[in-house]
Structure formats: structure tokens, C-alpha cells
């Protein structure tokens, strides 16, 4: 009786082979997700950091806006610094940079400013660099 | 063995079905997380790439209200430079000249909507990928200004109006879009208050102002107070060289004064202690000559002529031997204090102006007789008759000499009373007269002996009284007046302009209100102490003090409304002119410094109370005038600003003013 209770070797080798047929694109499945999660995850924060920047440099007096060359946020002078603004330091893995430039606008109107702020990031996963770049035009005058 | 036994049949196969069971869970969970995952990574793409078009589309409605501040800031510019609009108007703000401007460059609102493609470098090298933005400008739900407000006698302005602003920015690529608006109420005003603007003084009514107040003389250091000198535009000497025509036209381009009340304003021409400064001005400072008569015995003696010549009143007329104590036995009060109010400027600033209301000028007449080889002049006293026919004249004159005198007036005090000096009362608007050649040298022209073909020309364009055409040198004292402007446009008819007292149709022109006068202090940007004023009409709900300096930049004129009182204790300055009227609707203006004033000050509900020294540049409207004195003295000046002028077309439209203001409602499409 007893030698009747266990499994046969067939079954072994089938379940085998089946487990081994869907283990790896399981395991992809999985993966993958996670990958889309993190990289969901790292845009969002890269967003929120690139968002609220803009937003609080536009806050600023218009006077305070000047030409800046591409400076890491924790590089930049002190009216353009997020702490001077109130807002986040970038998270570990993150870099934020800021660029201003005078764009050319044609006579009668106000001098105006474009600002970059240029977010990048490790993406650890895959040795890339993720990057998200927001824009916004301003005249140098308030309304 | 019975392998086909039940125990062994339940049993057979068992792991494949637990495998399957559990890969199946595993992929529907590895399937599911799968889609979460690229699900959430979507609409984290999709926001982000939204959080993009965002900043594009308000980036697009960020440089629309900059072009719009700039295209409002050049319209409202005055500078001539800055006309033909149309044609000087900036490459940046051209398009936006239509939404405001009809085909002859004058403001219209109308219900307009413009596409416009932001001109400046969305794409760049640095950023290929930007979106493209497009904004569109649309002027809407456009009402007069003055709906459901009217009053006697003024014509209110229609094109006067409020509407909608409303932007729309749009930043599309090539999977989204995103449109940011903005809508703000804006105003198409006037600045100018109205038909006051067209008068240097305006006053209601006399109230307790005392008409004659200086104490005057030859000696500036014995007048108690220099006297209110009003000046209506630039300094016209009264030389007879104008034609009737120009000097209709003149005084029409003028500064007017209006002076209410049934009762006649009565002056007498000022001496200003000797000083040109102060003296009443529009009398010719000429003495005049003219042979004597062949009638006269004493036209035999060639050494003889007689002069004239027309001074203020003042004591000395009495009592000084340089003017033969020829004013003798006039009564003393009657030459001891002169005019309050220069109308006519002073002798050194002469300044011809019309005046609407029963005004009229006392002045001395001295009259005598020149002796060519002894240089000397004897004026001829006033008398009454029994002192004629006696021989007790003032000035000590000898009987001989009264004898000789009478003899050539035939001792007929009809032919001497002509001759004689004395105080002579004219209409205020005959002084006019004194600007046209007439042909001849009078000093005093009667309005009766000039042709009806010159009393044409001596039409007023702008006003006409009681249905009938003003002339410039006539007494106007009708209850009704017409004001057109230079193109015939009626502003005002049918009613006395004494009767306009409520201004409420003012305060229908605001766009911003203040609760106190506290809070619209603090509201004003300040640079070193000095206040900036905002521009456009603004109304404070109760009174006003004004204890800093307040500064209007060119463009930023407008009208100051206050419920009740208002206090100025500080200088207020303008920029080339730009017409600012402070305006109390209630219990009137007292100012409190001697600093310039350069503004408009209207209180016709209440009393303008000036003090001992001041000097207005614009013009004054008050139910009545209350003249402080004080301890020492100043000038006492008002300036006509002929931009406050609405009869004159031209300057009138230059005073629309587009105030596109905010605040700005934004909200995300």
C-alpha cells in the first residue's frame, strides 16, 4: 500500500517541466512590473521636484530674475536656492539643475526669461539615467 | 492487486493540478501587477507630460498680459510722440491695436477676438520637443459705464464702457493638450471730470467769501494778503492786436470761470501794493493821450492833451499828490480794499478768460490833463456837482486854476463828469475787448459801438447761453448753458452749470474701492516716503488725509473720489501735466500746505478751504471758497492745466484711458 501513496516519477518530471516552462516569464512579469513601479515612482518624485522649483521661481519678484548657466540647485545663489525658496532638497539618486537664459522678444514688450529646470536621476536597474526637463516663459515685468 | 481500487484513483495525477492551480494564480497576479504597474507608469507619463503643456500654456498667457499691459501703457500715453497710435505702435504690440482701436486709431470696444501665436522661441535647440502654444484674446460682455445714471443737463459719455477680458492659452504636442485662461474685468474711462474740466474756477456760490479783502496800496509791505491771482493758459498782454475771430477762438481754448447765485460778483481791480505780481491783470499799464477837443478853450494851448489810464483801487488814489489827490472825495471804503480774486491774472501774467455768471470790475479811471513842456499831469478829481460848481477842489488847486478848468468845461458839470476820474464798474468779459483791434486806441470799448459783422466773429464756438450764442466780451448770466467741444458735440445743456452738484456719476467710472483712507495709502506703492498714484479712478468710502508727497507718472492720471472729507498736508506733482483731480463728494477739501498742488480739486457739496499761501496747477470746482489767513504771507495761485480741457476734442480723446487691471482669474482647461 504504501509504495501506492507516493508520486510517480512522471508527474514529478511533468511538474517539472511545467514549472520550468513558466517560471521564467513569471519571473519577467514580475520584474518588469516592479521595474514600470519604480520607474512610475522616480518620475513622479522627479516631476514634484521639477514642479514646485518652477512654481517658486516663478513666485519670485521679477527684479530677481537674471541669466544663470546650468547650476545644480545646491550650487546656485541664495534667491534661487531651495532653501532660500521654502522647497525640498532633491532625494538621494537625484540631481536638479537650473538654467535661466534672455530669450529674444521683438520690441514693445517686456524682456523675457526662459527657465529649464532639468531633473536627473540614477535608475540603478538598468545603469541609465532618467531625465525630466520642465520649461516656462516669463517677462521680466509683473502684471 | 486491484490497481483500479478508489483509494488509488483519488490519488493518481494530484501535483500537476496543485501546479497548474498555482501558476495560474501566479500569472493572473504577475498579469495584474503587470498592468498596475504599466498603468500607473502611463499616467505618470501623462501627467508629467501634462505638467509640461501646463507650464507652455501659462508661459503663452504670462507674455499675452505682459503684450496687453504693454499695448494699454502705450495707448494711455499722451506723449505726442507716441501718435499716430497705429502708426508708432511697437512691432511686439501691433496685433493687439485692433482689439482696442477703431481704423482711425481712436479707442473702440467692441466684441473682438484675436488668435495670437506667442513671438517669441518656444522651440529651441535645447528643447525640439516643446509644444506648440496659441492664445486667443476675446473682448467680451461690453455695458456702459454709466447704465441706469443720468442727470440734468450733462451729457454722459456712452463709449465709456466695462467689459470682459478673456484669454485662452493653449499648448498642444502631439498626444495632449492643455489650455490655461485668464478673465479679468476692464474699463475704457474717461479721466477728465467731466464738463468741470473745462473751468480754471468754478464756483457755486459766494457763500462767505469776502469779494474784496486786500488791504491794497502802493507799498507791497502795507497789503494784508496777496490776493488769489487765477490764471486761465498762457499770459495774453491785452495790446489790441487780435482780430475778433482769434480772439473768439482764444478764449474759447481758455480756461473758463463760472461763478454762481443770483447776485452780482462784484470786484474791484487790485493795485498789488505796486507790484506788477499782484496787481489785477488784463488793464492796460498805458497812459493813454488824445488832443483836446476844438470845443475845449483849451485846445488853443498846443502844450496840452489829455491822458487816462485804468488802475486798481487803493488809498493813495486819495491822498497822494501823484495822482492830484484826484480821489479825493470818493468814499474811503470804496478804495480801501480791492479784489479777493485776480481774475484775469495780474499785471505781470495778464490772463483773458470768459466768465459765466453776473460778474462785475470796479476800477479807477484817472483822467487829467498833460502838460508837454513842464512834463506835468493834473487829474481831473471826481466831484459831485456842488463841489463842481464850488471852487474847494482837492488837491489844494488854486481858484484860479478851478476857475480856469471850469471855464473850459463851460462850467457845466455834464462835460466835466465825462472828463473827470472815478471809479468806473464794467462787465468782466467787456476786459476782452481789450485783446482786438478795433481800430482805434480805447482803453475802454463799448460794446455798443462795435459792428454787427465783428459781433459775429466774436461767436463763442463752445458756448452758447439761453439758446443763444455767447459772444466773448458779453455779461453771460443765463440759467441755461450749452458746452459743445470744437467739434459741436454737446456735453452739456438745458440746465445751469451751477446746478450740478451730484457727482456720483463719477464714482460709476471706478475700479477699485477703498473702505477708509488708511487703506488706500497702504494699498499705493511708495519710493522714499512718496506715494505713487496707481492711475485710473478710484474711490474711497469715507474721508482722506494726504500727509505725503503724492507723485502721478505719465500715463497714471486719474480721478480721486472721496465720500467725505479730504485733507491735503503734502505736495502732489505730475509728470508733464497728467490730470489728476482729487474730488470730495461730501463736506468738501481743506488743504494744509503751501506746496505745489498740481491736480484738480472739486468739492461742489462742500467748501475748498485754502490756505494763506498756495499754488493749485489745474483747476478748482467748490460749492464756495473759504480763504484762510494766517501769519505771513505767499503767492496764492491757480493754474489752468489745459488737459483737463473736454472741449477740446483732441485733448478729450487723449484722455480715454484703457485700464486693463486685474486681478486676473486663471483656471486650467
Known sequence: MSTRRGLSLIEIVLGMAILATFAGPLAYLFI?????????????????????????????????LGVLAPTLDSAVSSDFSPHHLEIPDSPERFTRELEIREIPVPEGLSKAYRMI?????DRGSDRKKGEFILESILPSEPW | MDLRGGNYKARRGFLIPVILVVLSILVVLGFTLHQMSQHQLKQVSHAARREVLYHWASSGLDLTLDALKKTADFLNDTDSSTRPKRLKAAEGIQPFLDLFLDPQGDFEISEEKLEWIPPVPIKDAYSESAPSVKVQIELRGIRPVYAGLSGPGLKLDESECRFWIHIRSEASDLLSKISVSGFSVSMLV??????????????????????????????????????????????????????????????DSRGWIFLGGADPWNFRLGNGGGEDSFASGMIPGAIFHSSIPPDEPLHTEPELSYVWSLRGVFPELGSSNQFSKSFDRVPASQLKHSTTLNLQGTQAQPSPTLVLGSTLLNYALLQGIHNENTGKTF??????????????????GA????????????????????????????EINERNLSLVDLGSSKSVVDPATI?????????????????????????????????ANDRGEVMWEGSNLGSLSDLQFLSARARMIFPDGPTFINSMESTGGVLKFPGGILWVRSDLELNRELLVEPGKGGILIVDSGIKIKNSIQTSGGEPLSLVSLGEGIRVQTA??????????????????????RGMLAARELELRSGSGSGNREIYYNDRFDPTDSTNYKNHFRLL??????????
Not at chain 2, 239 to 247: E, F, I, L, V, Y
Open chain 1, 32 to 64: 518588469s512590473s516592479n521595474r514600470s513601479r519604480v520607474s512610475a515612482r522616480d518620475m513622479s518624485v522627479a516631476m514634484n521636484l521639477s514642479n514646485c522649483y518652477l512654481s517658486a521661481l516663478k513666485d519670485l519678484p521679477r527684479s530677481s
Open chain 1, 117 to 121: 529646470v532639468k531633473v536627473n536621476w
Open chain 2, 190 to 251: 474717461q479721466i477728465q471730470p467731466s464738463i468741470l474740466g473745462k473751468f480754471v474756477l468754478l464756483l457755486r456760490t459766494k457763500g462767505g467769501l469776502n469779494l474784496n479783502s486786500i488791504t491794497d496800496s502802493t507799498e507791497l509791505t502795507n497789503l494784508n494778503a496777496y490776493p488769489v491771482s487765477v490764471f486761465s493758459g498762457d499770459s495774453i498782454p491785452p495790446d489790441n492786436s487780435m482780430t475778433m475771430t482769434s480772439a473768439a477762438e482764444l478764449l
Open chain 2, 379 to 396: 487829474y481831473l478829481p471826481w466831484l459831485t456837482e456842488p463841489e463842481f460848481m464850488g471852487t474847494d477842489w482837492p488837491a489844494g
Open chain 2, 399 to 426: 481858484v484860479a486854476l478851478v476857475q480856469y478848468l471850469k471855464g473850459n468845461y463851460l462850467n457845466n458839470y455834464s462835460n466835466y463828469k465825462r472828463r473827470m476820474s472815478g471809479i468806473e464798474v464794467q
Open chain 2, 451 to 483: 459792428s454787427p459783422v465783428s459781433i459775429k466773429d466774436a461767436e463763442s464756438v463752445r458756448l452758447s447761453a439761453a439758446g443763444f450764442p455767447v459772444h466773448f466780451f458779453e455779461k453771460i448770466h443765463s440759467t441755461t448753458h450749452k458746452v
Open chain 2, 595 to 616: 506746496q505745489e498742488l498740481q491736480c484738480g480739486l472739486i468739492a461742489l457739496q462742500g467748501a475748498m478751504s485754502l490756505p494763506p499761501a498756495f499754488t493749485i
Open chain 2, 660 to 669: 486693463v487691471s486685474g486681478p486676473w482669474h486663471r483656471f486650467v482647461e
